[in-house]
């Protein structure tokens, strides 16, 4: 009882010291810190298993009788692309929740980590398509693309022509306006062209009138890399973009959290939106 009486004058102090947001806040960034470590941990292991290009398997043929399917095979094939010194392995459990629910057509484009130039990375990624619609006889694609991923497909769809061939992009975790974190980095030319005020964001920020895709960008309040945070979110006014906010969840966890594969599931599946709903369909995810 007597410590409990010595106790109490300090409650107030206490409280005021750390008030029960900044607590809240504090328990969620140390939850996120461990599944960032959690994950990192499990992605070098994966790692070397994708290093290599993945095989191009020749699609089965489609059974014009089985009506059952033409939901699923109407669906445009899915193109994922990883972020900056990675590679295709970090979408292993994205790409399983995808195909788990009717996407079969889902494919991984490795960019090479010695790439100096975004501009560069987005021919290639706009070679791919090509090759891919070519190879499966559709028009149109969807795309998913992590941290720079994300950043090498908005340059192909805002600059390259990409959006006669791009319906949705996904982006998670991309630096849209340019990230200030680890100054160091400067070393390496890609780094240099996602800080702010980079020429290649500059031509992102140019005019992009009658662009045809539909961007939806995932952002996390606990994104280590995002400097500032919202620097993940789209903000252009000639593109359609809706801006997912995502709570409890770090940067390296952005691909693989199963509420971000749900989140990324709807916006693929959703028609796109248009100016007057898209206010209607702005959310966010919470992670507990």
């Known amino acids: 009882m007597k410590v409990t009486k010595a106790v109490l004058p300090f409650l107030p102090l206490c409280q005021r010291l750390l ?16 599944l960032e470590i959690a994950i990192l941990a499990g992605h070098l292991l994966l790692y070397p298993s994708g290093i290599t290009q993945e095989r191009r398997a020749a699609l089965p043929p489609q059974d014009s009788s089985d009506t059952s399917r033409l939901p699923t095979e109407a669906r445009p094939p899915v193109v994922l692309l990883h972020g900056f010194i990675d590679n295709r392995s970090v979408f292993l459990l994205l790409r399983r929740s995808l195909a788990q629910h009717g ?8 960019y090479s980590p010695l790439t100096c130039d975004i501009r560069s990375a987005a021919e290639l990624l706009g070679r791919h398509i090509e090759e891919i619609c070519a190879r499966t006889g559709a028009e149109r694609v969807d795309v998913v693309g992590h941290s720079l991923g994300g950043l090498i497909a908005r340059y192909y769809v ?16 991309t630096p849209h306006s340019g990230t200030r974190v680890a100054p160091l980095a400067n070393a390496h030319p890609i780094v240099r062209q996602m800080r702010p005020g980079s020429a290649v964001l500059e031509e992102l920020a140019r005019p992009a009138p009658g662009c045809r ?3 939806v960008s995932f952002w996390s309040d606990l994104d280590h890399i995002m400097d500032p945070l919202e620097t993940a979110c789209i903000d252009h006014p ?6 997912v906010r ?3 969840v770090g940067h390296l966890a952005l691909p693989v959290h199963p509420a971000v594969a749900a989140g990324v ?13 898209e206010a209607a369909r702005a959310g966010g995810l919470t992670v507990a």
């Open 265 to 277: 599931r709807r916006a693929l599946d959703d028609e796109p939106a248009t100016p007057e709903t």
């Open 238 to 243: 000639d593109l359609l973009a809706q801006n």
């Open 103 to 110: 996407r079969h057509r889902i494919e991984s484009l490795n």
């Open 213 to 215: 895709t539909h961007f």
């Open 19 to 34: 008030p029960s947001r900044l607590a809240g806040l504090s328990v969620a960034l140390l939850k996120a810190t461990a």
């Open 246 to 248: 995502v709570s409890g």
């Open 158 to 173: 805002q600059r390259l022509g990409g959006d006669l061939r791009v319906r949705t992009l996904v982006t998670l975790g």
